[in-house]
């Protein structure tokens, strides 16, 4: 569901799909087993439809939650990655002069290759070799900093804070590209919906129409929301993505930045 949930077009496909499936199945139950001997039983299916709606909402509730959450933790990391990135720039100004102007190159490189390379990577759990080249050429350059006076010892101790920080929030950027939810989670969410639409069909309704309007409705919401979960579960894939937009704004701020005279 992963897969064809990546684009819009696959979202409106699937949502469709599954209101045909139930549409079609209520077409058969009301062939197979009339209304009026459902009737009957309507007394025992509309507490248990209730009972199966509540947990299930519960349920999708919870996940839905889940992956908004993993969602915006995906999206602050990657801005702390760009501020990190932004306070290297700047921290750079002060060091010797050779070593600091190409720290500053590298991370102007570094945040082009985030917009123009990695994140199109990532969107098949990639990831760009040239900006791992250019993570090891910062932790290079700054390592090999020497014969600096106390001032300068203190500001490239702060930088190298920020390149610890930096490597950290890339790794971990790197790891929610390939997060996802466990299959388990993912058949209890599709068995869920599967039992929750087929109860609904269960009522003894005498008009079709009417019962029809009630499981179109169902299944649109239940549909809605498993395709909102495949969406956000992969923060860095699909229509539904954290973007760039600390990266495209640290080069702004690279762009604005006035060195002291």
Wanted: aromatic share 8%; with cysteine; glycine share 6%.
């Amino acid at each position: 569901m992963h897969v064809i949930a990546q684009t819009l077009g696959g979202s409106i496909a699937i949502i469709v799909s599954c209101i045909a499936v139930a549409i079609l199945m209520l077409g058969v139950l009301y062939r197979v087993w009339p209304p009026a001997s459902r009737m009957a039983h309507n007394d025992v299916v509309g507490p248990s439809v209730g009972v199966i709606g509540t947990t299930y909402a519960v349920i999708i509730a919870f996940m839905l939650s889940g992956v908004w959450n993993d969602f915006q933790s995906a999206q602050v990391n990657a801005e702390q990655e760009a501020n990190c990135l932004v306070n290297i720039f700047r921290f750079a100004e002060r060091l010797p002069r050779e070593p600091g102007s190409h720290l500053q190159k590298l991370a102007r490189d570094y945040a082009n290759l985030m917009i123009t390379e990695e994140w199109p990577a990532m969107a098949n759990e990639s990831f760009s070799k040239s900006s791992y080249d250019i993570m090891q050429e910062l932790w290079r350059t700054m390592i090999g900093i020497q014969n600096q006076d106390a001032a300068q010892q203190m500001i490239l101790d702060h930088a190298m804070t920020q390149l610890t920080a930096l490597t950290e929030h890339r790794r971990i950027r790197l790891l929610q590209s390939r997060k996802r939810l466990p299959s388990i989670l993912w058949a209890v969410l599709l068995v869920g919906g599967i039992v929750t639409v087929g109860a609904a069909c269960l009522f003894g309704v005498i008009n079709f129409r009417l019962h029809m309007v009630q499981v179109f409705a169902i299944t649109f919401l239940v549909s809605l929301m498993l395709v909102a979960v495949a969406d956000i579960d992969r923060p860095f894939q699909g229509d539904v993505r954290v973007p760039p937009d600390g990266f495209r704004f640290a080069l702004q701020s690279f762009d604005n930045w006035r060195p002291a005279q």
